[in-house]
Nanobody
Framework: VQLQASGGGLVQAGDYLRLSCTGSGRTLSTYAVGWFRQAPGKEEEFIGAITYSGSRTYYAESVKGRFTISRDTSKNTVALQMNSLKPEDTAVYYC?????????????????????WGQGTEVTVSS
């Protein structure tokens, strides 16, 4: 599966943004999908993940209540809805796919430890 994150841009604090993770080559519907981000000068951070069926999600505490992950199987995409954005949300956002949803709950597993990952999309939140 080739993955591509898109939808990034420049927004103001308090705004919202919706990112998409699009799969090509194979269907995303058989994989759990997770989102990560990396801010300038900082380590990669896990954001959240969704099961292949969309029935379960898991979020990092830093985004819980503001970010929502959902999937659209008809479009072979997984969305990351980001509300109430803060300057500290500024980062490059990446998506990854894995056959095992629970692998996203392991703190020791980063973006590149999953089956597939793609190019990121940059999000800048101005104050």
């Amino acid at each position: 599966v080739q993955l591509q994150a898109s939808g990034g841009g420049l927004v103001q604090a308090g705004d919202y943004l919706r990112l998409s993770c699009t799969g090509s080559g194979r269907t995303l519907s058989t994989y759990a999908v997770g989102w990560f981000r990396q801010a300038p000068g900082k380590e990669e951070e896990f954001i959240g993940a969704i099961t292949y069926s969309g029935s379960r999600t898991y979020y990092a505490e830093s985004v819980k209540g503001r970010f929502t992950i959902s999937r659209d199987t008809s479009k072979n995409t997984v969305a990351l809805q980001m509300n109430s954005l803060k300057p500290e949300d500024t980062a490059v956002y990446y998506c990854a796919a894995d056959s095992n949803f629970w692998s996203f709950t392991s703190v020791s597993r980063g973006l590149y430890d999953h089956n597939y990952w793609g190019q990121g999309t940059e999000v800048t939140v101005s104050s």
